[in-house]
């Protein structure tokens, strides 16, 4: 949920950004378009999925990008509380050449989660982490930003309701929450598949991990990437991982 701009390609328009096949505003959306919702949709595993869900899917974003990298034949489900931004991420997704693929829903997780009988072999988020009574600027920005309304355990006992037993759940968190989100998951009885480390440069530390679990057991796989190099130019992995999405990279 880190809201700085995405790096790679100017903004060509007020109220949002224009990527290479897509347009995403986010005027109406508590949380714009950062560099988190672009790492998990371009980082996620898409190997044989077949259908995704999107927990809290702001502004559609990640629901976009992951449409883009996957055949027709992968559904989409994005449930998202606020019906602002719901309505946007719609109105983002008609025009997209995937509208037929992705289905907005303007619902709480838990309620989705305890009533739906579908199951997916992807589920991304990016995920409330601030403690409650950290002050924002609205009550729209402190409702996404907050645990209040999506507190972790909740989010992860939703998620493993809606899982296939080999598919992923994957997260992008600041890398000290996802110490401590690493240990609920486990504690639940996920088991952490995947771990890519962001750093904006090589030689500090990372500021914002990816995290995919799984319900099945299997080897771990640590990974780490520096968005810049030396030169403060984007890095080769970063072009690697984005270029796909940002214009003139």
């Given at each position: ?82 019906s602002q931004a719901a309505q946007q991420a719609r109105e ?6 995937w509208s037929t693929r992705i289905h907005v829903h303007p ?20 995920p409330p982490y601030f403690a409650p009574g950290i002050a ?114």
């Amino acid at each position: 949920m880190m809201q700085d701009k995405p790096p790679g390609r100017p903004q060509l328009k007020k109220n949002g950004f224009t990527f290479k096949q897509f347009f995403v505003a986010h005027d109406r959306c508590a949380m714009k378009v950062g560099t988190d919702g672009i790492l998990l949709g371009a980082w996620s595993p898409i190997a044989n999925v077949k259908r995704i869900l999107d927990i809290g899917s702001g502004s559609g974003l990640i629901a976009l990008m992951l449409a883009q990298r996957t055949p027709e034949t992968v559904h989409i489900d994005a449930v998202e509380l606020d019906s602002q931004a719901a309505q946007q991420a719609r109105e983002n997704i008609q025009p997209s050449p995937w509208s037929t693929r992705i289905h907005v829903h303007p619902q709480d997780i838990a309620s989705w989660a305890e009533n739906s009988d579908q199951r997916y072999s992807l589920i991304v988020s990016n995920p409330p982490y601030f403690a409650p009574g950290i002050a924002c600027s609205s009550p729209e920005r402190d409702s996404a930003r907050s645990t209040a309304t999506l507190d972790h355990q909740t989010l992860l006992r939703s998620a493993a309701l809606l899982i296939e037993e080999d598919g992923f759940f994957c997260v992008v968190l600041p890398e000290t929450v996802g110490q401590d989100f690493s240990a609920l998951a486990l504690a639940d009885g996920w088991h952490l598949r995947f771990r890519l480390d962001v750093a904006e440069y090589a030689e500090r530390p990372p500021h914002r991990v990816l995290l995919a679990f799984s319900p099945s057991p299997g080897e771990t796989l640590l990974e780490r990437l520096a968005i810049r190099a030396k030169d403060t130019h984007y890095s080769e992995d970063w072009c690697g991982l984005t270029r796909d999405f940002y214009l003139f990279m």
